[in-house]
């Protein structure tokens, strides 16, 4: 085994857990979520297009934070979100309670 590839699934084994991490937090019924989505679309269009808000003041590249009730929720991925995760996964790694 080459060590440049020892040293890639050394850096993917380390990146890979705090991955796993995140998608397995159980999404909350209602409540702030981070809403991922592809390159091509505005976060914010997303969130509003499924019947939620915006909460964050400014979002990120490929998410953004919104709230709203649990019909939200279920049109978030038909309105285009690559991913819904819960929001207070994030605040508590910042060490933040929501």
Do not use: H, N, Y
């Amino acid at each position: 085994m080459s060590k440049s590839f020892s040293v890639f699934a050394l850096i993917g084994a380390v990146m890979l857990g705090p991955v796993l991490a995140i998608a397995a937090a159980p999404l909350p019924d209602t409540g702030p979520v981070v809403v991922v989505t592809p390159p091509w679309k505005d976060a914010e269009s997303v969130i509003e297009a499924a019947g939620g808000r915006v909460i964050a003041p400014a979002p990120a590249v490929l998410a953004a934070a919104g709230d709203g009730d649990a019909e939200f929720l279920r049109k978030l991925s038909g309105a285009g979100a690559w991913a819904v995760l819960p929001a207070a996964f994030f605040a508590q790694l910042c060490g933040i309670t929501l």
